[in-house]
């Protein structure tokens, strides 16, 4: 059984972990300290869910986003990082963030995240370099309200302009890599999140 959202009621938090009351079944899921800090016990939430499976164990890793959970997946497919440093990373800065430090190869981004060291990090931005970034499970990001503020709005992937941005530069014929680059170049230059306007920026970072 694969678990890949949960919603239902915070009923405890301990310093790693959240416990989601789903109609009186208690699920255990680790989380990170940004996410444990926005729940409260009672809070109705909504959290998306990876789920992994060893011959030992089965253990719930919680997110307030489904682009997070993706990133977390993909950040493991780089070898030395297992769930606990992707988890780190992700407590320490956002996807968004994250994206840009691999287009521009900017490894001390990723040091900000307890236990990663400059040598780690600076292999997860070599073999995450010119790949496109991760999807949610059925192609797109699935979206839910933030976790513990019933009342929010429907949260949108904070990576989404950027990555259509870099799939509209490749379809024009430019290298993953260099689209992502450019792109991540002209969101921090310009502090643009809109499609038109970082296509319109990064083609100018691609001219010169």
Known sequence: M?????????????????????NGVGYVCMAGARLLAKLQAGDETVLHVETRVTENSITLFGFGSDEERAWFVRLQDVHGVAGKAAMAILDAITPAELMDSIA????????????????????????????????????????????????APVAAATTGARSEAISALVNLGYAQADAARAVASAAKETGDEEVGALIKSALKELAR
Do not use: C
Request: hydrophobic share 45%.
């Open 104 to 151: 521009l190869g900017d490894a001390s981004v990723l040091t900000r995240a307890k236990g990663v060291g400059k040598k780690l990090a600076e292999r997860i931005t070599g073999e995450l370099a010119g790949k496109p970034p991760p999807l949610g499970r059925f192609g797109k990001f699935e979206t839910a309200k933030v976790a513990g503020l019933a009342s």
């Open 2 to 22: 694969i678990i890949g959202r949960l919603t239902g009621t915070v009923a405890a938090l301990g310093a790693d972990h959240v416990l989601i009351d789903v």
